[in-house]
């Protein structure tokens, strides 16, 4: 199994569009050592060559296309190498993709929770729209751990487990968080048995993650803030990083402290990481710190074999 990281900022993209930020300006002016990144998604192989899962469909998907020319593999006037879009949540960073596949030849296979089919059907109704293109087919997720796979994606299964986090801000429920608004997904290697546990949103940890993250070869996690006052700090926002579902790295409680916790050959990877993150400068003393404990700073075109 290959997971290839299209995207690996979070929502705004790396540097942000009308961000002037130290690390967007560093890297639009070329003065910061860091790479430009774009917004959150995966494209996920079994072994079948030229069939890919999407997870999440980024603004930023035209984009992620052309720089993976194996998503595009032309056996027919119209072709794709996307055999189906596995959703870990309906945010706008997450799902505005999916109207640049419009053009698909039939309805678009789409995994994703109750809760997120909720939110993309009334709060952002980018279902409904997209039946006036291709459509979509639903495939609801179950919140259980229950197995599933991606048709096409041979040699690949997935689960789907709630995580503490937040609805997107439209949602009729932002302030009441659901189980199965957010997701974390367990992609495994049928063959190898091993796993990847993909979790670009995480507010708070539980035990059955952590239960699952104990298991996981590689967990790809939430990266979004190095700090829970960080954009406060920049005077950029009035939220903490747990106001908004994101657990911060640094701290009493934060991610640092549960991967250090996780087996000695785990891969440490943080993923979706906003462009505030000091971790974005390779030359920070926060990368260095994520360095020493052996962790890694996704970044667009990474590939992870299992
Ligand atoms: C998030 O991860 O909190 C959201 O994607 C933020 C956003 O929509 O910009
Ligand atoms: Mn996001
Ligand atoms: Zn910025």
Redesign the pocket.
């Known amino acids: 199994m290959i997971i290839r990281v299209l995207g690996s900022a979070?929502?705004?993209g790396f540097p942000q569009w009308n961000c002037n930020c130290r690390n967007c300006a560093g890297v639009r002016h070329g003065t910061l050592r860091t790479r430009a990144r774009t917004q959150s998604s995966l494209a996920v192989r079994g072994s079948a060559p030229h069939d890919w899962a999407l997870v999440n469909a980024s603004p930023d998907i035209l984009a992620q296309l052309q720089a993976h020319p194996e998503l595009q593999p032309a056996r027919a006037a119209r072709d794709t190498a996307i055999a189906g879009i596995v959703l870990v949540d309906g945010?706008?960073?997450h799902t505005t993709g999916l109207y640049m596949l419009r053009e698909s030849v039939r309805p678009l296979p789409v995994w994703c929770t109750a809760q997120a089919h909720a939110d993309l059907t009334r709060g952002n109704p980018i279902f409904g729209v997209l039946g006036h293109y291709c459509g979509i087919e639903w495939h609801a997720l179950s919140v259980d751990g229950d197995e599933f796979t991606v048709a096409g994606v041979a040699g690949v299964s997935w689960r789907a487990l709630a995580v503490a986090s937040?609805p997107?801000?439209y949602s009729p429920h932002r302030a009441a968080p659901q189980p199965g608004d957010n997701v974390a997904l367990v992609i495994a290697d049928r063959a190898s048995g091993r796993a990847a546990l993909y979790a670009p949103?995480l507010g708070a940890m539980e035990e059955g993650l952590w239960q699952a993250m104990q298991r996981a070869a590689c967990v790809l996690v939430d990266g979004?803030f190095w700090s829970d006052e960080e954009m406060i700090g920049l005077g950029l926002s009035k939220k903490r990083a747990r106001d908004?579902?994101?657990l911060p790295q640094s701290g009493r409680g934060g991610m640092l402290e549960w991967l250090e916790r996780l087996p000695a050959g785990t891969r440490r990877v943080l993923i979706?990481i906003n462009n505030t993150n000091p971790i974005l400068d390779e030359d920070s003393a926060e990368r260095a710190e994520l360095t020493r404990r052996g962790i890694e700073v996704a970044w667009d075109g990474m590939e992870i074999e299992l």
Do not use: E, M, N, R
Request: proline share 7%; net charge neutral; hydrophobic share 25%.
């Open positions: 979070a929502g705004g945010q706008v960073d937040k997107a801000p949103g979004t908004i579902g994101h979706h």
